[in-house]
């Protein structure tokens, strides 16, 4: 069955970094679009970042943009999260999302396939 596990989470200090990676089986990666999205307590799923079946094409959030870079392996089947200069509004839940599709999509309901996330708390 398909499977995407995310790993990379933890806790860090504003200012830091770190590097989420979500490895996925079960499914041709390289037809897939794939996402980030977060979810704080009390709050909707919001879309992070998304990056295109070939890794040419992005799109982020507007709250990440210059900080947070998406990038995918084909080869090892996995898509990572890098995060810079994270501050504490950036603690949530990180999930990854695949959508089998051509065109990358921000919406949550898109998606057709979803880790089951990995916590990032950033203290002050």
């Known amino acids: 069955q398909v499977q995407l596990v995310e790993s990379g989470g933890g806790l860090v200090q504003a200012g830091g970094s770190l590097r989420l990676s979500c490895t996925t089986s079960?499914?041709?990666?390289?037809?897939?679009?794939m996402g980030w999205f977060r979810q704080a307590p009390g709050t909707e799923r919001e879309f992070v970042a998304a990056i295109g079946r070939s890794g040419s094409t992005t799109s982020y959030a507007d709250f990440v943009k210059g900080r947070f870079t998406i990038s995918r392996d084909n080869a090892k089947n996995t898509v990572y999260l890098q995060m810079n200069s994270l501050k504490p509004e950036d603690t949530a839940v990180y999930y990854c999302?695949?959508?089998?599709?051509?065109?990358?999509?921000?919406?949550?309901?898109?998606?057709?396939?979803w880790g089951q996330g990995t916590q990032v708390t950033v203290s002050s």
């Open positions: 999302a695949a959508h089998r599709t051509r065109e990358i999509s921000t919406m949550h309901g898109a998606y057709d396939y």
């Open positions: 079960g499914l041709t990666f390289r037809n897939y679009v």
